[in-house]
């Protein structure tokens, strides 16, 4: 026997993770896994080059780079109200005073623009000359456009940069001008020097001077190259030391030095260029309007309106200043530098994945929930000659696997033995490694079972054991777990297992903790000897029923073009089951019959019928005949199809039983089924080979991962409700809820690794981002950025994308690195993560390799806009908007006729109260995107955009604020304090406008919640009695089929409208809240002003409970 060979009762061999690690780096990569012509695609995948940010450029670290950059000059798109696009030359001028262009049909004194005169810089295509000419301008990148907002009239210069860094580096440069008008005319940025003239700039200088002193060991201001490499990258651990030294070695070529030692100012200088992010940069300066650093105020400003976190105190953005900010001067005046806003930025504070809601309800029955499954992981090559080693079970428990397959056969000497087939024909393919015990795997089993997490363990046993050896197998289940394993006729009188009558639903999650449930056959009731037969389904593709004879393929392997005919259904094969191990199974597996035996009672036709394509969900499924909590397993073809042509079918049996599907058998690789398609369909338990990594892998691991990882997530509420209404492959998938858009900005990428399986070119790499959406069918979308040509590691990306979800709670978002520039492997990193858990705002992407490991300092840097309305906040034409009061063309949704008169009258009562919702939630919302647009803004815009633009009009010619925020019933309102423009006086209407209607959403969104609550829980006193009813009615067949479908549809939008118009209340509580601290920043306030409201915030996490100080 060699080293490392797992015997009897031996633990798993030091080298197996190495093993599984090495399959994982050997598999091929897959850069997309949408594969569906069907499937929308935002952008096709052909390579395209952004030439933004070259490594062979200068990095901008400064308003001095920017101001400098502007000097130099650069060719901008000049966009004309008359629709026309010209191409111009744009200066600054050398002191700073005003703007030139060339050509131009204008005299030299003509084609110039003040700086004295510029207002304001708004990023984006916001201003009437864009909006009004959409057409013309869709082409023209919203990234690289931004205007310059000029004049007493506040006319628009509107441009557009060849790219987004160069728009930035202009918006940035004329912000700083703005925000430091003595730098106007000078010629200099204010201070000693370029780059030194800002608080946060000076700061950064000191804090490097003082690094630099700590490693100067004699004081004379230089060090050696050695001590000056080691130092940035202590100081910026993702820096690569090559790179360092050869910034080094340049500078000292550039000043034809004779040594290698650094002095401080090139210690700072390469600093400077090597470490600081643009992306961050430009981030920082547009939220402190030049100064380059971040006080508590202007933290908490950026908390509440870009990171969406509500009741942020001062006292919490002092603590974040102190754990980020690395000078000590900073710590000690409580600002925030762009190091410490570049930490803060990569931090886990502003991750993606949200923590906070990675906990859900654990005590609703097991069949409400998605359970992580693994099939035949003990199993390290293929399905039918794999070796079994224990590595692969340990760590399918580790990553939160809650239910895990073991395959048992007969041993030697009486011992059941691990493994799919342990034959004399079969032992030569592994002759120098012992098999493996059972007693060994369930050691090992229950050593890991409750270490990553408490919740219950599912063992699903397939065992083809003759008698004897299955007494062994009992023997050993109860001798290795002990008190752990659950066993029927101990615990059926603490949970309420009805032996011998009809099962119960499952007991739940919480309830059955630290316990191991046994799943296999089991003998039926009336079998009272000590052993007995059972049937032991085809559990292959096919499995017989109505699929027999029909020609499919595998689901998501259409493009291999492998077609299998469903075999007709099999004898069932009879198995010797022995009494000691039935009672130990505490769910019982059944096969595909089940479920054709539930869809013909709900048909009242032979299982052979064809599923309906109807939509309903009837009320509540009929229990199963079985006297015994049943799981059944399904085929992958099989439950794809299933899941394919009667989804709501599949989720009426989900709700009280479990099912399971299987990988096929053709998948000798161990390769993975795509889990989403089934997920649609109600099925709680996808077995996947989790030795195997890839797409199908990262998107279970999302899935998940957003419970915290305890292998239990709570399956969409219309699977779970008595009574609902849901269609998987309709646009409006649950009726009565909008679609969700989601818009993500794909900003920068940083340390990107070449793929690690490549042929590469080079060092260089050229990667782009794919993004994946991945849910029910109207939701799967993919798009792309484009590739950024001999970018290195740190790309420049500044694109942005928009999905439509009409199912969050399904959906799933994937991060996909390629390289561009590849032989053989394009893979670098991904990153998946549910709908659900989202965060808005700027945020950093962990990217992870192909088998789920962090990639050291990889990362996307992104911003996360969620809106409920279509066009994700993309510009709107004027004409498009609806205006305020105008209801003539809005959609109100209705409830359906059931034919059964005592219902109708029911639900009739619902409509009014069911417009009066819509109305109180599309005021409000028009009322604010009424306000955006006259502010020159998109609907996606920050409110504090909107008031820092209206600040900016207000200010009178004394600095002093042509209007105050003034509390009216704890309202935020704004009041004139003089004379103001006509066009300052419609933007002061529209706020106020907004503020109405935000109120009158408060205060009556409840009130009318309840009734249409009222009239739901009125509809549910019928639900029992719904066919009595029809029958009354004399309503038969195909009409009292469209009677129920109507009553669940009736159930679902009220809930739907209910759960909307809760939402639609938090959102404008936070949109009050919002407008009262940008007021608050921009300096529309009184100093004695007391800030406090006293309408109730509830239903949204991190909600205040009274609004609290604002």
């Excluded at 430091?180 to 780059?195: N, R, Y």
């Excluded at 799943?519 to 039926?524: A, I, T």
Aim: aromatic share 6%; proline share 6%.
């Amino acid at each position: 026997m060699s080293d490392g060979t797992c015997g009897d009762g031996v633990l798993p061999s030091p080298d197996s993770e190495i093993l599984l690690l090495e399959a994982v780096k050997a598999a091929p990569r897959r850069s997309s896994i949408i594969k569906d012509p069907a499937v929308k695609v935002g952008s096709s995948r052909k390579k395209t080059v952004s030439f933004s940010s070259m490594p062979s450029e200068r990095k901008v670290s400064s308003a001095a780079d920017c101001l400098a950059f502007m000097q130099g000059g650069c060719e901008l798109k000049k966009v004309r109200p008359n629709a026309r696009v010209y191409c111009r030359f744009y200066t600054l001028d050398p002191d700073m005073s005003c703007l030139r262009w060339e050509p131009s049909k204008k005299d030299g004194d003509r084609a110039r623009l003040d700086i004295a005169a510029v207002r304001e810089v708004r990023t984006g295509k916001s201003t009437e000359t864009f909006l009004h000419n959409n057409p013309i301008t869709e082409s023209l990148a919203e990234e690289a456009a931004f205007s310059i907002i000029h004049g007493d009239e506040y006319q628009s210069l509107d441009l557009v940069a060849l790219s987004a860094d160069v728009a930035n580096i202009w918006v940035t440069g004329l912000r700083y001008l703005l925000s430091h008008p003595g730098a106007v005319g000078a010629g200099l940025v204010e201070g000693v020097g370029a780059g030194e003239g800002t608080p946060g700039s000076k700061m950064r200088q000191d804090w490097l001077a003082a690094e630099f002193s700590k490693v100067d060991e004699d004081g004379y201001g230089i060090v050696p190259e050695d001590t000056a490499v080691a130092t940035i990258c202590k100081l910026c651990p993702s820096i690569k030391e090559t790179k360092v030294r050869q910034r080094f070695k340049e500078i000292q070529r550039s000043k034809e030095k004779l040594t290698s030692h650094v002095l401080l100012d090139e210690f700072q200088e390469a600093y400077a260029e090597l470490c600081t992010r643009p992306d961050a940069y430009f981030l920082l300066v547009q939220l402190t309007k030049g100064r380059e650093c971040l006080d508590a105020q202007d933290l908490r400003l950026f908390l509440e309106t870009e990171q969406g976190l509500t009741l942020t105190k001062v006292e919490d953005c002092l603590e974040v200043l102190r754990r980020f900010e690395p000078s000590e001067q900073g710590r000690e005046l409580g600002l925030l530098g762009l190091d410490g806003f570049t930490r803060y930025l990569q931090s886990s504070e502003c991750q993606l994945f949200d923590q906070q809601h990675a906990r859900q309800d654990m005590t609703l029955p097991l069949a409400h929930y998605y359970i992580s499954s693994s099939y035949r992981s003990y199993l390290l090559d293929d399905q039918v000659h794999g070796r079994a080693d224990l590595g692969g079970l340990t760590l399918a428990l580790r990553a939160g696997c809650r239910c895990l397959e073991l395959g048992v056969t007969d041993g030697p000497e009486g011992e059941p033995l691990l493994g799919v087939e342990h034959g004399p024909d079969s032992r030569h393919h592994h002759h120098h490694r012992a098999p493996i015990t059972l007693r060994s795997a369930l050691d090992a089993v229950n050593k890991h079972a409750f270490l990553a997490t408490s919740f219950p363990l599912l063992l699903y046993l397939c065992q083809h054991c003759s008698p004897a050896q299955q007494r062994a197998l009992a023997q050993h289940l109860r001798g290795v777990f002990g008190a752990r394993l659950y066993t029927p006729e101990v615990s059926s009188a603490g949970l309420g297992l009805a032996l011998g009558g009809q099962a119960p639903s499952l007991p739940s999650p919480e309830q059955l903790k630290g316990r191991v449930l046994v799943v296999g056959k089991k003998l039926p009731p009336e079998e009272e000897g000590s052993e007995g037969e059972v049937s032991e389904e085809d559990e292959e593709i096919g499995g017989g029923g109505p699929l027999a004879g029909r020609r499919m393929t595998i689901p998501g392997e259409e493009d291999l073009g492998m077609v299998l005919v469903v075999p007709p259904p099999p004898q069932p094969r009879r198995l010797r089951l022995r009494r000691e191990l039935s009672d130990l199974v505490a769910i019982a597996r059944t096969g595909s019959r089940s479920f054709y035996s539930y869809r013909s009672t709900l048909q009242q036709a032979p299982p052979q019928t064809p599923p309906g394509s109807g939509p309903s969900t009837p009320a509540m499924p009929p229990a199963p005949e079985n006297p015994y909590w049943t799981l059944c397993s399904l085929g992958e073809g099989e439950a794809g199809r299933l899941a394919n042509e009667s989804p709501e079918e599949l989720v009426g049996f989900t709700k009280r039983c479990l099912a399971r599907v299987r990988p096929s058998a053709v998948r000798l690789d161990s390769s993975n089924p795509n889990p989403q398609g089934y997920w649609r369909g109600g099925v709680q338990l996808v077995a996947l080979n989790q030795q195997t990594p890839g797409a199908m892998l990262d998107l279970h691991r999302a899935r998940f991962a957003q419970n915290g990882g305890c292998g239990y997530v709570l399956r969409p509420a219309v699977m779970r409700d008595e009574v609902s209404y849901f269609s998987a492959h309709t646009h409006g998938c649950v009726p009565g809820v909008p679609p969700q858009t989601l818009r993500v900005k794909v900003i920068s990428a940083q340390s990107l690794p070449k793929p690690q399986g490549s042929g590469a070119k080079g060092e260089v790499i050229e990667p782009y981002v794919v993004l994946e959406l991945h849910g029910v069918p109207a939701d799967c979308a993919e798009q792309r950025t484009r590739t950024a040509a001999q970018n290195q590691d740190h790309p420049l990306f500044d694109e942005t994308f928009e999905f439509q979800v009409n199912m969050p709670e399904l959906a799933l978002l994937r991060f996909v690195v390629l390289d561009d520039d590849y032989i053989g492997d394009d893979f670098i990193g991904q990153y998946t993560v549910a709908f659900e858990c989202l965060q808005s705002g700027y945020r950093t992407v962990p990217l992870l390799g192909l088998s789920g490991e962090p990639l050291p300092h990889a990362s996307l840097l992104v911003h996360v806009a969620i809106t409920n309305r279509p066009g994700g906040g993309k510009a709107q034409r004027r004409g498009l908007s609806v205006r305020r009061g105008v209801r003539r063309n809005r959609e109100y949704i209705t409830l359906r006729s059931t034919g059964i008169r005592v219902l109708d009258e029911t639900f009739r009562i619902a409509n009014g109260h069911l417009r009066e919702a819509t109305d109180l939630r599309e005021d409000a919302l028009n009322a604010t995107v009424a306000f955006k647009e006259l502010c020159g803004l998109p609907l996606v815009a920050k409110l504090k955009q909107c008031i820092q633009s209206l600040a900016t009009r207000l200010q009178g010619p004394d600095g002093l604020p042509g209007a105050i925020l003034t509390l009216k019933e704890g309202y935020p309102c704004l009041e004139a304090m003089g004379s103001i423009s006509d066009a300052t006086r419609k933007l002061l209407n529209a706020y106020s406008a907004m503020i109405s209607e935000n109120r009158q959403l408060i205060e009556n969104a409840e009130a009318v919640q309840e009734m249409i609550a009222q009239v739901q829980r009125e509809g549910m006193v019928y639900h029992e009695d719904l066919p009595k009813l029809g029958e009354k009615e004399g309503l038969k067949g195909h009409k009292q089929s469209k009677a129920v479908e109507s009553f669940t549809w009736n159930i679902t939008v009220l809930k739907g409208q209910c759960d909307l118009l809760r939402s639609a209340k938090a959102e404008s509580q936070d949109t009050l809240r919002q407008l009262a601290l940008a007021c608050e920043a921009s300096g529309l306030t009184t100093p004695t002003e007391p800030h406090h409201t006293s309408h109730n915030a509830s239903g949204r996490r991190g909600s205040t409970h009274s609004n609290g100080r604002i």
